[in-house]
């Protein structure tokens, strides 16, 4: 039995002992009353001694802040707490130091003397390597995800050689094969003429006087890619501080570079829409004076009459002027809109024969339409405008003759697309394309085609105001413009309308009616143009009506509460000081709770329209104003029609 328990002993310690060698921990023994420390052979290996050299030297091996460190470890225990544990730094006979962890207990004798301190010591250097091995790793990881994700890679220009040394990044930046080392001369070709000099003078500067560079720049790869990218430099230097090399990093930044111009263009469009949309507003009312006393005198004149003529001439200057502002309103965004929901690919067909006409004999229509696409909801005028525009510009594209194509279609605009397109929306969308076989434009002349007044025809041949006003009307829309070009190949212009699951609302056809507009009614008239409202007021009160008149709405309110009789309809411009006509008209109609309300506008002011979008239950005329339009409102919304 004894002579088991011995072999089975000395097994378990052999294994205790293999165990401690394979985890590369060294024991020691430390006799504190007679100062002999003794330790395993992994301990003298850790330390970087030979096994059986003097035992002193193990203690040596510990620089004198460190023995101190292990001296008072052992000195803080007590019989009631004798464990310790610290952390040494051991210089080998090489002078290589390393770090160790101790960790031990303490015996005491029956007095409570410290006798004997027994512990063990792991070598912490190569697990700390590991570690930071593997953070290096996960750095260089990181890092590699970080290049590729900002498309941007290094390079080197050793000195004064100017050789290139390339990373594989900018290899793939500048679609250059692999192990091609291209000289400085040719590192630069690649880039556009204009640029080149300026990428020189940087070098050298760098070079020669250790000036950093950071410049962007266009490219041309060998696979006819142009983009733009961000070049950087800057001078590494030696003990003597001269510089032997440059260093730098090549970005493609050509995406962002792209929403940077298109968010410049849009911001561009939004300050000259606001410019427009003022002066429209304020020649409506210009134009509603000559429109509507034009057409009175002539309405009033024998067809005989000498000046005649001239009024005709006089009127159809003003009805030309009213469709210019009309395009201006629309490029800026603020003519006011009623939209419902449309069927897009019907309202294609509605307008077909029209189109027709408007097209050369030389030049074939084509419709690809699909019968399954879905509804927008958009402003059916405003729809048919944006085709009539574009078929003329495709048609003025060819002289010679062509091909249009109009498509429709239901698309869907991914996250991707919005992200290099600025101000677009992800989503459901229906497409509107318009395709010519016609000269095409450059890229100079698509960066401008949406500016008002910019024209490529003939001085006479046009405003230049065609493509701005589709550019308006579609952003009023909610939708998205898309042109693609190439000079003799033609042009394709896509809209993209939002796509809606609303049900198509029953159209109701206006009365034709040729009974008289005249009436008997009382109206209150308020507007703060006095040109405009003496017009308006003689118009009415020709036609047969009682007019009071008020030039802002503190006037109006004051009129109404003195007047005796009813008032029916009050006939009130939107954009006036102090009191809105919406305003104006929620605290009369509250006064007189039978009382109709008809506005009159040429601005999208936000009391009655919301994003140029019209309030659904108001009776609305927009400006210029002209004698029989206002008669024909002013009778619709009396009757309630």
Known sequence: MGTHLDVTMARDEELARGAVEAAEVGAFDWDLTRGRFEGSTALWRLWGLAPGADAGSLLDCLQAADKAVLTAAVARCTPQSDR??????????????RRSAVRGGVSFDAGGTAVRARGAVMDIDARFQESANAEIEASAALLRIAVNAARIGGFRISLPSYQTHLSDEVRAIR????????????????????????????????????????????????????????????????AEGHVVEIVGALQDIDESKRLEQQLRQSQKMEAVGQLAGGVAHDFNNLLSVILSYSSMMLAELPAEAPTRADLQEINRAGERARVLT???????????????????????????????????????????????????????GQVEQVLMNLVVNARDAMPAGGTISIETADVELTPEYAEQH?????????????????????????????????TTKDQGQGTGLGLATVFGIVKQSSGHIWVYSEPGVGTTFKVYFPRTDL?????????????????????????????????IRSVLRGYGYNVLDAQNGGEAFLTAEQFPGKIHLLLTDVVMPRMTGRQLAERLVGMKP????????????????????????????????????????????????
């Open 84 to 97: 310790f544990a610290c952390g040494l730094c051991v210089r080998w006979q090489d002078g290589t130091v």
């Open 422 to 454: 600025y101000g677009v929306v992800p989503g459901p969308y229906v497409m509107l394309a318009v395709t010519d076989t016609g000269v095409g434009m450059t890229a100079a002349t698509m960066e401008r085609i949406f500016e008002p007044f910019y």
């Open 503 to 535: 049900p198509v609302e029953p159209t109701v056809k206006p009365v034709h009616e040729a009974a008289r507009l005249k009436g008997t009614e009382t109206i209150l008239l308020v507007e703060d143009d006095q040109q405009v409202r003496v017009l």
């Open 594 to 641: 039978d009382l109709r309300v008809l506005y009159i506008s040429g601005y999208t002011e936000n009391s009655i329209v919301h994003h140029g979008v019209l309030d659904a239950g108001i009776a609305f005329l927009s400006k210029p104003v002209t004698p029989e339009a206002l008669a024909r409102k002013v009778r619709e919304v009396l009757d309630g029609r």
């Open 326 to 380: 009309a395009q201006l309103l629309a490029f800026s965004r603020q003519q006011i809109i009623q939209p419902r929901v449309v069927e897009l690919t019907q309202l294609v067909h509605g307008v077909e024969s029209m189109l027709r006409r408007l097209i050369t004999e030389s030049i074939e229509l084509s419709l690809l339409t699909s019968r399954n696409v879905g509804k927008i909801f958009a402003d059916p």
């Open 175 to 238: 679609d250059f094969p692999p192990g091609y080392w291209p000289t400085m001369e040719e590192a630069v070709e690649g880039y556009e003429p204009e640029y080149r000099p300026a990428i020189f003078a940087a070098v050298r500067a760098c070079a020669e006087r250790g000036t950093p560079y950071d410049l962007e720049v266009r490219l041309v790869t060998p696979k006819k890619r142009r983009l733009w990218v961000r070049l950087m430099g800057e001078p590494r230097r030696n």
